[in-house]
């Protein structure tokens, strides 16, 4: 696939019964970094009053509503529905990939086979998502950290008075730091030299659910820049002043 993320057609698909929408905005912004959603589906039983609150946000945002009754008890006819309609766009052949929100491992094998024909998959959902679903996108992305990256703008107008939000970030362990050294080992050059870019593209192949945010970072380069004691940061200039490359080594 050879387009920039600006120029990819999704299709973003929304499991309404394992989604909060109150998290649809910020969702939809990042899906907005990663292409253009050219189709916009969320599934569920709209007759059910637990997703009355979905109406107005759907309305919002021009995302087209499928009814899907649950005809057995038990039995969740929304992942069949999403499932048929994701194989339907994928014979159309009208997008470059598929956007699952959703954090049911059922949908573990539509992503599979979504992949093996050649179509990007990103998955948003809960970080209580199962790790198979996780690993079988291409990138996956957590609400959680899609929340908290809005919420830091209304952190600032809290008042003294005001109880102070904590965020909750993930501690970088032992088991990440090694797969970094492995990740620079696998494509750095003779003297050990590997480009931070092509290095969290390695990464994210390896652990699809990865992301500074998770660590409290904004950006791959200042979580870098904070494991000083295991990596060497050499940041290169190129022809443009405002333009640099980054490289990095194991210490």
């Known amino acids: 696939m050879n387009k ?34 050219t189709i916009k589906r969320i599934y569920g039983d709209w007759t059910r009053p637990g997703v009355n609150g979905w109406k107005k946000p759907l309305l919002e945002h021009a995302i087209t509503p499928i009814q899907q009754y649950g005809y057995t008890t038990g039995k969740n006819a929304t992942d069949s ?26 949908f573990t094998r539509l992503a599979i086979r979504l992949r093996e024909s050649g179509n990007l998959v990103i998955g948003i959902g809960e970080k209580k998502t199962p790790k198979p679903f ?38 970088v362990s032992d088991g990440l730091i090694n797969l970094l050294k492995d990740s620079v080992d696998d494509i750095g050059d003779d003297e050990g030299w590997a480009s931070l870019a092509e290095v969290g593209s390695l990464l994210l192949k390896k652990k699809p659910d990865f992301d500074p945010r998770n660590y409290g970072f904004a950006k791959l380069t ?30």
């Open 134 to 171: 996780i690993v079988a996108c291409d990138k996956f992305i957590y609400i959680e950290i899609i929340a908290g990256s809005k919420n830091k703008n209304k952190k600032k107008k809290v008042t003294d008075k005001a109880a102070p939000v904590v965020d909750k970030y993930d501690q």
């Open 81 to 106: 529905a999403m499932i048929i309609d994701a194989m339907d766009i994928l014979h159309s052949n009208k997008v470059d990939g598929f956007c699952l929100v959703s954090s049911d491992s059922d």
């Open 222 to 251: 200042p979580f870098i820049k904070s494991l000083t004691k295991d990596f060497t940061i050499d940041i290169r200039p190129t022809e443009k002043k405002n333009i640099k490359h980054i490289y990095i080594k194991n210490k």
């Open 4 to 37: 920039n993320n600006k120029d990819l057609n999704l299709a973003v698909l929304i499991d309404a019964d394992n989604i909060p929408y109150k998290n649809i905005q910020g969702m939809l912004d990042e899906i907005a970094k990663l292409g253009t959603p």
